[in-house]
């Protein structure tokens, strides 16, 4: 990059992505840099006095507005699910919903939770990302399709196989990282941001329905499994706290200003 493509000085720059370029001496006086990625560049000498730096106020609107919509569509379907089974035993005919249920939370959420742990990009980290996905997909797409067609069994279970194959080929593309700014954010990082929030509500909804195990056995008199899954209760909302504080990394990682791992020997800020 020529000396004269590195003036900057007082240009709109918010979202852009410098990374890895070449910019020593790069001029940024009263530039606009807010939600711009530096990662990886040469910043030597540049001059950052005057420059707005931090989160891009449009660019994190955006993204809350997806994590809410997100948790809104999961949130319903989850509990209107988990209250029409909260009540059912063995001895009921839709006792096997109620077990799908379980597993389909416990696969949506923890897969969810589990893919925090683990290296990012790695391939155990986007098998539980896939995972997740597809099973919340399922989830949803049994409630929507099963609404949206009066409760119809077959349909609703034909829905949440579709739901879950379109997903899990979602989140395979779009689970690991993009090339380009644009590219991370309309890909991996939406992707990510729908992934832990779903997790999240489905991490919540397990420990509804865990707790109501957890009253019937208690107020039963057997302390031993009351106790127990009182814990797991407890430990399947700490799930959901993780998973939502994924949402929040998710949108600060591309919507704040930044210059991780990059020089910046002699850069100049106010």
Not at 40 to 63: C, D, E, H, M, V
Not at 95 to 123: C, D, E, M, R, Y
Not at 192 to 208: E, V
Request: positive net charge; aromatic residues 10%; glycine residues 8%.
């Amino acid at each position: 990059m020529n000396q004269q493509d590195r003036n900057f000085v007082d240009s709109n720059l918010q979202n852009r992505s410098f990374q890895g370029l070449d910019l020593q001496g790069a001029d940024f006086r009263g530039a606009d840099i807010r939600g711009c990625n530096f990662s990886y560049a040469q910043l030597q000498g540049a001059n950052f006095l005057g420059a707005k730096i931090g989160r891009s106020p449009k660019l994190t609107i955006i993204l809350i507005v997806v994590a809410v919509f997100v948790a809104i569509i999961n949130f319903v379907a989850i509990s209107q699910m988990s209250f029409g089974v909260v009540e059912k035993t063995p001895e009921d005919t839709t006792w096997s919903f109620k077990i799908a249920l379980f597993v389909s939370l416990a696969l949506a959420g923890l897969s969810s939770g589990i893919a925090s742990f683990l290296q990012n990009s790695s391939i155990w980290q986007r098998l539980m990302k896939i995972t997740s996905g597809a099973a919340s997909a399922a989830l949803l797409g049994f409630y929507y399709g099963g609404s949206s067609t009066g409760n119809n069994p077959q349909l609703a279970i034909a829905s949440a196989a579709i739901a879950a194959i379109i997903s899990a080929v979602i989140c395979f593309v779009f689970a690991s990282p993009s090339q380009g700014f644009y590219g991370k954010i309309m890909g991996n990082t939406l992707t990510n941001i729908a992934i832990a929030m779903a997790g999240s509500i489905n991490n919540y909804g397990l420990a509804f329905l865990i707790s109501s195990l957890s009253a019937i056995y208690l107020s039963s008199g057997n302390l031993l499994l009351g106790i127990f899954y009182t814990i797991l209760a407890l430990i399947m909302v700490g799930m959901s706290l993780l998973c939502f504080t994924q949402v929040i990394k998710q949108i600060n990682s591309v919507t704040i200003t930044s210059f991780q791992h990059a020089n910046l020997l002699d850069a100049k800020f106010d």
